[in-house]
Protein backbone atom coordinates (compact mmCIF):
# COMPACT_ATOMS: atom_id res chain seq x y z
CA UNK A 1 0.00 0.00 0.00
CA UNK A 2 1.16 3.90 -0.70
CA UNK A 3 2.27 5.20 2.25
CA UNK A 4 0.43 8.35 2.26
CA UNK A 5 1.21 9.70 5.88
CA UNK A 6 2.78 13.42 4.90
CA UNK A 7 5.57 12.99 4.06
CA UNK A 8 7.44 14.99 1.34
CA UNK A 9 8.43 13.08 -1.41
CA UNK A 10 9.61 13.92 -5.05
CA UNK A 11 9.56 9.98 -6.26
CA UNK A 12 6.25 9.56 -6.74
CA UNK A 13 5.51 7.15 -10.13
CA UNK A 14 2.48 7.88 -11.98
CA UNK A 15 0.84 3.90 -11.35
CA UNK A 16 1.14 5.21 -7.10
CA UNK A 17 -0.62 8.49 -8.43
CA UNK A 18 -3.29 6.73 -10.05
CA UNK A 19 -3.73 4.37 -7.23
CA UNK A 20 -4.48 6.98 -4.85
CA UNK A 21 -6.98 8.89 -7.42
CA UNK A 22 -8.92 6.03 -7.57
CA UNK A 23 -9.33 4.99 -3.73
CA UNK A 24 -12.57 4.79 -2.53
CA UNK A 25 -13.79 8.66 -2.40
CA UNK A 26 -14.17 8.64 1.28
CA UNK A 27 -11.29 7.00 1.55
CA UNK A 28 -9.02 9.51 -0.38
CA UNK A 29 -10.66 12.74 0.95
CA UNK A 30 -9.96 11.16 4.56
CA UNK A 31 -6.22 10.51 3.84
CA UNK A 32 -6.03 13.82 2.23
CA UNK A 33 -7.34 15.87 5.08
CA UNK A 34 -5.57 14.06 7.59
CA UNK A 35 -2.67 15.14 5.38
CA UNK A 36 -3.67 18.64 5.05
CA UNK A 37 -4.38 18.48 8.88
CA UNK A 38 -0.91 17.81 9.26
CA UNK A 39 0.74 20.69 7.27
CA UNK A 40 -1.60 23.95 7.25
CA UNK A 41 -4.37 25.20 9.11
CA UNK A 42 -7.82 23.06 8.40
CA UNK A 43 -9.77 26.52 9.01
CA UNK A 44 -7.08 29.20 7.04
CA UNK A 45 -8.26 29.62 3.31
CA UNK A 46 -6.65 32.00 1.80
CA UNK A 47 -8.28 34.73 -0.35
CA UNK A 48 -6.80 35.61 -3.92
CA UNK A 49 -8.42 38.40 -6.37
CA UNK A 50 -7.68 37.61 -9.92
CA UNK A 51 -6.96 40.61 -12.55
CA UNK A 52 -6.45 40.23 -16.04
CA UNK A 53 -4.24 43.51 -17.13
CA UNK A 54 -3.83 42.58 -20.90
CA UNK A 55 -6.40 40.79 -22.88
CA UNK A 56 -6.63 38.97 -26.36
CA UNK A 57 -4.45 38.36 -29.24
CA UNK A 58 -2.27 36.05 -27.60
CA UNK A 59 -0.64 34.22 -30.46
CA UNK A 60 -0.51 31.13 -28.27
CA UNK A 61 -3.47 28.52 -29.49
CA UNK A 62 -4.09 26.81 -26.42
CA UNK A 63 -7.69 24.89 -26.89
CA UNK A 64 -9.09 26.32 -24.45
CA UNK A 65 -8.56 29.81 -24.15
CA UNK A 66 -10.60 32.16 -25.32
CA UNK A 67 -7.76 34.96 -25.48
CA UNK A 68 -5.64 33.48 -28.56
CA UNK A 69 -5.73 35.30 -31.48
CA UNK A 70 -6.23 31.66 -33.32
CA UNK A 71 -9.87 31.50 -32.34
CA UNK A 72 -11.72 33.94 -34.24
CA UNK A 73 -14.97 32.89 -33.28
CA UNK A 74 -14.90 34.06 -29.89
CA UNK A 75 -16.90 37.06 -29.07
CA UNK A 76 -13.95 38.79 -26.60
CA UNK A 77 -12.98 42.87 -26.49
CA UNK A 78 -8.56 43.28 -26.94
CA UNK A 79 -7.69 45.82 -24.54
CA UNK A 80 -4.29 46.90 -23.86
CA UNK A 81 -2.09 47.02 -20.80
CA UNK A 82 -3.64 48.62 -17.86
CA UNK A 83 -2.16 51.54 -16.88
CA UNK A 84 -0.23 50.42 -13.56
CA UNK A 85 -2.15 53.07 -10.82
CA UNK A 86 -5.09 51.51 -11.61
CA UNK A 87 -4.30 48.17 -11.47
CA UNK A 88 -2.64 49.36 -8.06
CA UNK A 89 -5.84 50.81 -6.99
CA UNK A 90 -7.88 47.59 -7.34
CA UNK A 91 -5.30 45.79 -5.75
CA UNK A 92 -5.91 48.40 -2.97
CA UNK A 93 -9.63 47.26 -3.33
CA UNK A 94 -9.25 43.75 -3.01
CA UNK A 95 -7.47 43.78 -0.26
CA UNK A 96 -10.02 45.62 1.89
CA UNK A 97 -12.75 42.88 0.43
CA UNK A 98 -10.47 40.27 2.42
CA UNK A 99 -7.69 39.22 -0.48
CA UNK A 100 -4.18 37.97 1.00
CA UNK A 101 -2.93 37.93 -2.72
CA UNK A 102 -3.40 39.32 -5.56
CA UNK A 103 -2.92 37.60 -9.50
CA UNK A 104 -1.90 40.05 -12.43
CA UNK A 105 -2.35 38.00 -16.24
CA UNK A 106 -1.03 39.27 -19.36
CA UNK A 107 -1.91 37.61 -22.67
CA UNK A 108 1.29 37.44 -23.70
CA UNK A 109 3.38 34.42 -25.16
CA UNK A 110 6.30 36.19 -23.71
CA UNK A 111 7.65 38.91 -21.77
CA UNK A 112 9.21 41.78 -23.99
CA UNK A 113 11.57 44.44 -22.74
CA UNK A 114 10.18 47.63 -22.54
CA UNK A 115 7.45 49.89 -21.44
CA UNK A 116 4.95 47.50 -21.12
CA UNK A 117 7.46 45.34 -18.84
CA UNK A 118 8.49 48.40 -16.68
CA UNK A 119 5.02 48.93 -16.10
CA UNK A 120 3.92 45.46 -15.18
CA UNK A 121 7.19 45.89 -12.55
CA UNK A 122 5.81 49.00 -11.22
CA UNK A 123 2.37 46.97 -10.81
CA UNK A 124 4.36 44.16 -8.65
CA UNK A 125 6.26 46.95 -6.71
CA UNK A 126 2.82 49.01 -6.29
CA UNK A 127 0.92 45.25 -5.08
CA UNK A 128 3.84 44.82 -2.74
CA UNK A 129 3.51 47.92 -0.90
CA UNK A 130 0.22 47.17 0.19
CA UNK A 131 1.69 44.32 2.00
CA UNK A 132 0.02 41.73 -0.36
CA UNK A 133 1.56 38.92 -2.30
CA UNK A 134 1.76 39.37 -5.73
CA UNK A 135 1.88 36.53 -8.08
CA UNK A 136 1.59 37.17 -12.43
CA UNK A 137 1.70 35.32 -15.68
CA UNK A 138 3.15 36.72 -18.61
CA UNK A 139 4.24 33.45 -20.70
CA UNK A 140 8.22 32.82 -21.05
CA UNK A 141 10.65 35.03 -19.94
CA UNK A 142 14.11 35.41 -19.81
CA UNK A 143 16.52 35.28 -16.81
CA UNK A 144 17.17 38.82 -16.93
CA UNK A 145 13.48 39.33 -16.41
CA UNK A 146 12.88 37.08 -13.64
CA UNK A 147 15.76 38.57 -12.24
CA UNK A 148 14.04 42.04 -12.21
CA UNK A 149 10.48 40.91 -10.86
CA UNK A 150 12.29 39.30 -8.37
CA UNK A 151 13.72 42.76 -7.20
CA UNK A 152 10.81 44.20 -7.83
CA UNK A 153 9.29 41.60 -4.82
CA UNK A 154 7.39 39.23 -6.91
CA UNK A 155 5.70 36.49 -4.29
CA UNK A 156 5.16 33.80 -7.46
CA UNK A 157 5.31 33.38 -10.95
CA UNK A 158 1.85 31.31 -12.58
CA UNK A 159 2.98 29.17 -15.25
CA UNK A 160 0.81 25.81 -15.70
CA UNK A 161 1.46 22.83 -17.29
CA UNK A 162 -2.01 22.65 -18.28
CA UNK A 163 -2.20 19.00 -18.25
CA UNK A 164 0.51 15.74 -18.94
CA UNK A 165 3.23 15.57 -21.39
CA UNK A 166 1.91 12.80 -23.14
CA UNK A 167 -1.86 14.94 -23.79
CA UNK A 168 -0.03 18.54 -23.99
CA UNK A 169 0.15 17.77 -27.95
CA UNK A 170 -3.62 17.87 -28.52
CA UNK A 171 -4.17 20.91 -26.55
CA UNK A 172 -1.16 23.41 -27.45
CA UNK A 173 1.25 23.32 -30.30
CA UNK A 174 2.92 26.67 -30.84
CA UNK A 175 4.88 26.30 -27.38
CA UNK A 176 6.04 22.92 -25.92
CA UNK A 177 6.29 21.25 -22.92
CA UNK A 178 9.87 21.91 -22.17
CA UNK A 179 8.87 25.53 -23.09
CA UNK A 180 7.15 25.21 -19.98
CA UNK A 181 9.70 23.32 -17.81
CA UNK A 182 12.48 25.52 -18.59
CA UNK A 183 10.29 29.63 -17.97
CA UNK A 184 9.73 27.30 -14.50
CA UNK A 185 13.12 26.70 -13.84
CA UNK A 186 14.38 29.99 -14.60
CA UNK A 187 11.94 31.26 -12.27
CA UNK A 188 13.27 28.79 -9.39
CA UNK A 189 16.81 29.98 -10.03
CA UNK A 190 15.51 33.67 -9.13
CA UNK A 191 14.31 32.53 -6.30
CA UNK A 192 10.85 33.49 -6.82
CA UNK A 193 7.88 31.15 -6.07
CA UNK A 194 5.92 28.63 -8.76
CA UNK A 195 2.22 28.87 -8.47
CA UNK A 196 2.17 25.72 -11.33
CA UNK A 197 -0.88 23.61 -11.67
CA UNK A 198 -3.16 22.22 -14.43
CA UNK A 199 -6.77 21.94 -15.88
CA UNK A 200 -9.15 18.99 -16.10
CA UNK A 201 -11.92 18.16 -18.23
CA UNK A 202 -10.67 18.74 -21.66
CA UNK A 203 -10.51 15.06 -22.55
CA UNK A 204 -7.59 13.87 -21.22
CA UNK A 205 -7.75 10.52 -19.05
CA UNK A 206 -7.22 9.89 -14.99
CA UNK A 207 -3.82 8.81 -15.64
CA UNK A 208 -2.76 11.84 -17.95
CA UNK A 209 -3.89 13.67 -14.50
CA UNK A 210 -1.77 11.76 -12.62
CA UNK A 211 0.99 12.05 -15.10
CA UNK A 212 1.27 15.60 -14.66
CA UNK A 213 0.78 15.92 -10.53
CA UNK A 214 3.91 13.43 -11.43
CA UNK A 215 5.95 16.09 -12.92
CA UNK A 216 4.61 18.91 -10.25
CA UNK A 217 5.71 16.85 -7.65
CA UNK A 218 9.18 15.31 -8.99
CA UNK A 219 10.10 19.16 -8.80
CA UNK A 220 12.33 20.38 -5.51
CA UNK A 221 11.23 21.53 -3.92
CA UNK A 222 7.50 21.30 -4.85
CA UNK A 223 5.34 24.74 -6.64
CA UNK A 224 4.37 26.51 -3.66
CA UNK A 225 1.13 27.01 -5.39
CA UNK A 226 -0.67 24.15 -7.24
CA UNK A 227 -4.03 25.65 -8.79
CA UNK A 228 -6.47 23.13 -9.77
CA UNK A 229 -8.86 24.39 -12.71
CA UNK A 230 -11.77 22.69 -14.46
CA UNK A 231 -12.40 23.28 -18.01
CA UNK A 232 -14.62 26.11 -18.32
CA UNK A 233 -15.91 25.69 -21.98
CA UNK A 234 -16.15 29.11 -23.85
CA UNK A 235 -18.07 29.73 -27.07
CA UNK A 236 -15.64 29.90 -30.00
CA UNK A 237 -12.56 27.77 -28.48
CA UNK A 238 -11.78 24.27 -29.69
CA UNK A 239 -12.85 22.48 -26.46
CA UNK A 240 -16.54 24.44 -26.29
CA UNK A 241 -18.47 21.23 -26.83
CA UNK A 242 -16.74 19.37 -24.20
CA UNK A 243 -19.35 18.60 -21.21
CA UNK A 244 -18.22 20.17 -18.00
CA UNK A 245 -16.80 17.35 -15.23
CA UNK A 246 -18.19 16.00 -12.79
CA UNK A 247 -17.66 18.17 -9.16
CA UNK A 248 -16.51 14.96 -7.73
CA UNK A 249 -14.34 14.83 -10.19
CA UNK A 250 -12.67 18.20 -8.72
CA UNK A 251 -12.71 17.13 -5.34
CA UNK A 252 -10.34 13.39 -6.35
CA UNK A 253 -8.10 15.58 -7.88
CA UNK A 254 -7.47 18.10 -5.32
CA UNK A 255 -7.23 14.98 -2.62
CA UNK A 256 -4.93 13.41 -4.92
CA UNK A 257 -2.71 16.74 -5.58
CA UNK A 258 -2.58 17.20 -1.54
CA UNK A 259 -1.40 13.51 -1.37
CA UNK A 260 1.67 13.99 -3.44
CA UNK A 261 2.24 17.40 -2.39
CA UNK A 262 1.76 18.01 1.41
CA UNK A 263 3.02 21.52 1.28
CA UNK A 264 1.77 23.27 -1.30
CA UNK A 265 -1.11 25.46 -1.27
CA UNK A 266 -3.77 24.00 -3.69
CA UNK A 267 -6.34 26.40 -5.12
CA UNK A 268 -9.22 25.73 -5.74
CA UNK A 269 -9.34 27.89 -9.04
CA UNK A 270 -11.64 28.01 -12.88
CA UNK A 271 -14.71 26.04 -12.79
CA UNK A 272 -15.75 26.35 -9.37
CA UNK A 273 -18.53 28.74 -10.46
CA UNK A 274 -20.33 25.30 -11.12
CA UNK A 275 -19.96 23.92 -7.76
CA UNK A 276 -22.74 24.25 -5.39
CA UNK A 277 -21.65 25.17 -1.47
CA UNK A 278 -21.46 21.73 -0.36
CA UNK A 279 -19.40 20.42 -3.29
CA UNK A 280 -16.33 23.71 -2.42
CA UNK A 281 -16.51 22.69 0.83
CA UNK A 282 -15.81 19.59 0.54
CA UNK A 283 -12.80 20.37 -1.94
CA UNK A 284 -11.52 22.55 1.16
CA UNK A 285 -11.89 19.40 3.59
CA UNK A 286 -9.90 17.17 0.76
CA UNK A 287 -7.10 19.78 0.66
CA UNK A 288 -7.32 22.89 -0.99
CA UNK A 289 -6.67 25.53 1.20
CA UNK A 290 -6.97 28.64 -1.04
CA UNK A 291 -9.66 30.17 -3.80
CA UNK A 292 -9.86 32.96 -6.29
CA UNK A 293 -12.54 35.14 -5.41
CA UNK A 294 -14.85 37.99 -7.12
CA UNK A 295 -16.79 37.28 -10.35
CA UNK A 296 -14.49 37.16 -13.18
CA UNK A 297 -11.47 34.91 -13.43
CA UNK A 298 -9.43 36.70 -16.18
CA UNK A 299 -12.02 35.96 -18.89
CA UNK A 300 -14.06 33.56 -17.52
CA UNK A 301 -16.88 33.43 -14.91
CA UNK A 302 -16.47 32.81 -11.42
CA UNK A 303 -18.38 32.51 -8.31
CA UNK A 304 -20.80 35.22 -7.58
CA UNK A 305 -20.09 37.71 -4.96
CA UNK A 306 -23.02 36.87 -2.77
CA UNK A 307 -22.23 32.82 -2.90
CA UNK A 308 -18.93 33.26 -1.84
CA UNK A 309 -19.57 35.55 1.56
CA UNK A 310 -22.21 32.53 2.28
CA UNK A 311 -19.56 30.09 1.65
CA UNK A 312 -17.05 32.05 4.11
CA UNK A 313 -19.93 32.21 6.49
CA UNK A 314 -20.65 28.78 6.23
CA UNK A 315 -17.14 27.43 7.07
CA UNK A 316 -16.87 29.75 9.90
CA UNK A 317 -15.20 32.82 8.58
CA UNK A 318 -17.29 36.00 9.28
CA UNK A 319 -19.01 37.37 6.11
CA UNK A 320 -17.19 40.13 4.26
CA UNK A 321 -17.98 41.86 0.73
CA UNK A 322 -16.21 39.78 -2.13
CA UNK A 323 -15.03 42.58 -4.36
CA UNK A 324 -14.69 41.64 -8.17
CA UNK A 325 -11.21 43.15 -9.16
CA UNK A 326 -13.17 43.39 -12.81
CA UNK A 327 -15.57 45.24 -11.14
CA UNK A 328 -13.65 47.67 -9.01
Given at each position: ??V?D????????????VG??EL???E?V?????????H?D??K?Q??????????G???NC??C??SA???E?????DK?MD?????A????AKA?G??????????RQVRD??E???????V?????L?????V?L?????????????A?L????H?L???PE??G?II?T?????R??????VR???I?L?C?????MG???R???????V?S?ME?HP??V????LV?????PLA????????E???MV???RLV??????????G??????EA?????????????YG??L?TT??????E??E?FAA??EP??????A?A?
Amino acid sequence: MTVTDGTIRHDWSVEEIVGLHELPLLELVGRANAVHRRHHDPNKVQKASLLSIKTGGCPENCAYCPQSAHHSEVDLTRDKLMDPAKVVAIAATAKAAGAERFCMGAAWRQVRDGKEFDAVIEMVEGVRALDMEACVTLGMLKPHQAERLAAAGLTAYNHNLDTSPEFYGRIITTRTYADRLDTLATVRSFGIGLCCGGIIGMGETVRDRASMLQVLSAMEPHPESVPINALVPVEGTPLAKRPRIDPLELVRMVATARLVMPGSTVRLSAGRSSLNREAQILCLVAGANSVFYGDTLLTTPNADIGEDAELFAAIGEPERACVSASAA
